[in-house]
């Protein structure tokens, strides 16, 4: 692993810590990812969320099924409208998940240092000595002496509804096992986890597969997450799936990352998706506590190098029912920016928590502190070496812009792009500013209509640190004479003034293609 000492920008005033944060029209450059589920699905609270700092929704199919999302999604659709505030929708797939089938929903009692046995017959009913699971298969998985966990969705750690279990014997397809620790399973969602066990099921389930080919499709959902996602092959699979359902041919695939394989196989993984999700809840069972940090810091860095987004995931679990964070968390959440990730995902916190818009609101401000002090001018460099020579026509100019911006203290980077490429390469550099990315449209044709290309693209932009998109008029290509674009960047400087982030006699680097070439020039803004 590379040297990922990203250390604070030198001096830091101990007076300045104690001065008032100034507010601004972006909580922050890094993005939030926030769950949407009962407590966070009225178009009220969505509103709030979105003002707070929310740019992506994540919609959790391991709980409530297409109609309760549905709901939820038309809510959504209504807050956007009301706050003017663009999100993007992320399904999150079941995957490989091992539940424990408790039809009469009733608290379990487990006591330490008695037996347990685990068995596939979900008709026999759960009880203080035996629970139903949902797999078959663990018999063969499992041996004598293994650990296996047994918590409720999204466990916080704080619970005392979690427990921990030891293999004693394999009978049958039933798996007994002593309890380790005494607790009492209550709720409706209970996940059992396997250290370093891989479990026989595919990444890709079948009821993942009719959600997406029905919900999914429905919704042109602009990110899949692929829970449990132990090789290239499972993104490769996933992608060929997608590209079968129309326009979900665009849609990203976000690896999840919770266990060994998806770690020993990290690099395959990071090549064939278009961003990652380190799943730190079952990283933190299938790893050594004291080793989950090491994966996180050399993980980040491989995607900042690749130029894929890096997401964070459990952050300030105590807000699930408490106010405010342990300083250890809030810590830990500045830390996560301060290594390069770029979205912070939220999951008990705004699922079930009761705090959803103050977990939103308290982490886009730890986030917007820590990118004050996050060393830009050694990120650079080491990502520009890490790049090499000869750089790519594209990287060349991104780079460029990047530091020409930072040089001539310019308050915004404003890029046009069709792809979203151009953009992503300018937050790769991790530029201090803000990039406006003006998505300009492309037209399609099937031989039966038209259709216009580009709110896919400026959506799933949401994710990436430093980016904000805003739509172009359809009317401007985005290669084009001067003319037309003089005036496409008129209406994005506008936006930029009524946004507030730019002012009078501000500097503005503005990166677009004339003709064949890709041109980065800076204007200076008068009354």
Known sequence: ????????????????????????????????????GARSRSADIISSCLKAGMSVARFDFSWGNAEFHQETLENLKAAVKSTKKLCAVMLDTIGPELQVVNKTEGPIPLEADTLLVLTPDQDKKSSSNLLPINFSGLSKAVKKGDTIFIGQYLFTGS?????????????????????????????????????????????????????????????????LSLSYTRDAEDIRHAREFLSKLGELHQTQIFAKIENVEGLNHFDEILQEADGIII???????????????????????????????????????SMT???RPTRAEATDVANAILDGSDAILLGAETLRGLYPVEAISIVGKICAEAEKVFNQDLYFKKTVKYVGEPMSHLESIASSAVRAAIKVKASVIICFTSSGRAARLLAKY??????????VPRLKTNQLRWTFSGAFEARQSLIVRGLFPMLADPRHPAESTSATNESILKVALDHGKASGLIKAHDRVVVCQKVGDASVVKIIELDD
Request: proline letters at 7%.
């Open 1 to 36: 692993m590379q040297a990922n000492n990203l250390l604070l920008e030198e001096p830091i005033r101990m007076a300045s810590i104690l001065e008032p944060s100034k507010p601004t029209f972006f909580p922050a450059m890094t993005k939030i990812v926030g769950t949407l």
């Open 159 to 223: 619970e005392t509804t979690s427990v921990w279990l030891e293999v004693t014997e394999i009978n049958g397809e039933d798996v007994v096992c002593l309890i380790k620790n005494s607790a009492v399973l209550s709720g409706s969602l209970y996940t059992l986890h396997v250290s370093q066990i891989r479990i026989d099921l595919p990444s890709l389930t079948d009821d993942d597969k009719k959600v997406i080919s029905t919900w999914g499709v429905r919704n042109n959902i602009d990110f």
């Open 279 to 317: 799943s730190r809840g079952n990283l933190g069972i299938d790893l050594p506590p004291e080793k989950v940090f090491l994966f996180q810091k050399a993980a980040v860095y491989k995607c900042n190098m690749a130029g894929k987004p890096a997401v964070i995931t459990r952050v300030v679990d």
């Open 321 to 323: 029912d408490n106010l």
């Open 430 to 439: 991790r530029p201090t500013m803000p990039v406006i990315s003006v998505v």
